[in-house]
């Protein structure tokens, strides 16, 4: 053995490796290579993940950057990563930031989860075989120099569609010392590949006024908002499209909504509703609210009601009239 060639070993070698390979049953061998490449697959996309993360992340400078020039006291719109105008400022609020989480609870909407490589892998997965993530990341949109406070949604059938509003603390106060906030409502009604990124977005729908007309009627309907009151935004109505080539239009006014001015005394666990459990629990805590708020605010809920109830009735006899007809 101390005499034979170094290249006579490693050819022996070889064929000792070989002899032990074909004793290995092929369905092992094969699964094997399934694993491999499954790996190599996954520690592609992962590293593919991390560098668009971080690419985003830096791109996002662009839109703090230029929301903060742009925004002043009385901004029109949003703005993307990229620092172009994005979707329309269609409500605003005055409450404290745990009457606005409460509220929003109350109405059965969830706040959105982060956008990191879990989150985003579960959307791509659910947008392809059009499963339900109720809690789904909403994309970073920017004002003020910094991205939303605050994102809800209501989900719809699946992931494809959803109603969503993103909030940001203005830094303005109300008469009595509240904060006042903007928000962006907006309704997501397909996963479409952007016109400007070429990247999986959502679209939304045209009609951004019923989507404000959506936020209104479900934070009415909790019996907190006090007051209502309309201003306008663009001067009029407006036809246009957002950052991503969205069509949408809109009358050109914004929603002015005053909550009830109550303190909240469990305000963390209803500022993080993140699903259907979490948001069972929190309509039994803040259904205790209920006979705390304003006696304004419960009756606007009550006369909302009763308007739904006349339409439903008068829509039903529609219906039955068109099918007496001959």
């Known amino acids: ?58 791109a996002g400078a662009g839109g703090r950057r230029v929301s903060a020039e742009k925004s002043g006291s009385h901004p029109l719109t949003t703005y993307t990563r990229n620092g172009v105008a994005g979707d329309p400022l269609n409500v605003r609020i005055v409450a404290t930031e745990s009457q606005l989480t409460t509220a929003f609870a109350a109405a059965g909407w969830y706040r959105a989860d982060e956008i990191d490589f879990v989150t985003s892998l579960r959307i791509v997965f659910d947008s392809l075989f059009a499963r339900n993530y109720p809690t789904a990341p909403i994309s970073n949109l920017y004002l003020f120099g910094r991205r939303q406070d605050y994102a809800f949604e209501r989900p719809g059938k699946s992931v494809r569609e959803r109603d969503h509003a993103r909030f940001w603390k203005s830094g303005q106060r109300s008469r009595d010392g509240r904060d006042i906030w903007l928000g962006a409502a907006t309704h997501d009604i397909a996963v479409e590949f952007s016109k400007v990124s070429h990247l999986p977005t959502h679209k939304i729908a045209p009609d951004v006024d019923a989507e404000r007309t959506i936020v209104l009627r479900d934070l009415i309907a909790t019996g907190w908002v006090v007051d209502q009151t309309w201003e306008l935004s663009f001067g009029g109505p407006v036809e246009t499209h957002n950052a991503l080539g969205d069509p949408y239009y809109t009358d050109g006014r914004v929603a002015i909504l005053a909550l009830a001015n109550v303190p909240v005394l469990l305000p963390l666990p209803l500022s993080q509703v993140r699903g259907p459990v979490a948001a069972r629990a929190a309509r039994a805590i803040v259904s205790g609210y209920r006979w705390v708020l304003p006696q304004s605010g419960r009756l606007r809920a009550r006369a909302q009601r009763l308007a739904e109830r006349a339409a439903a009735r008068v829509a039903s006899g529609v219906k039955a009239d068109r099918r007496d007809e001959p």
């Open 1 to 58: 053995m101390d005499g034979e060639p170094v290249g006579a070993a490693v050819a022996r070698t070889g064929l000792l490796a070989a002899l032990d390979l074909a004793r290995i049953p092929m369905p092992v061998l094969i699964l094997a290579a399934v694993v491999a490449v499954l790996a190599i697959l996954a520690l592609v996309l992962l590293v593919a993940v991390v560098r668009t993360v971080r690419a985003f992340r830096a």
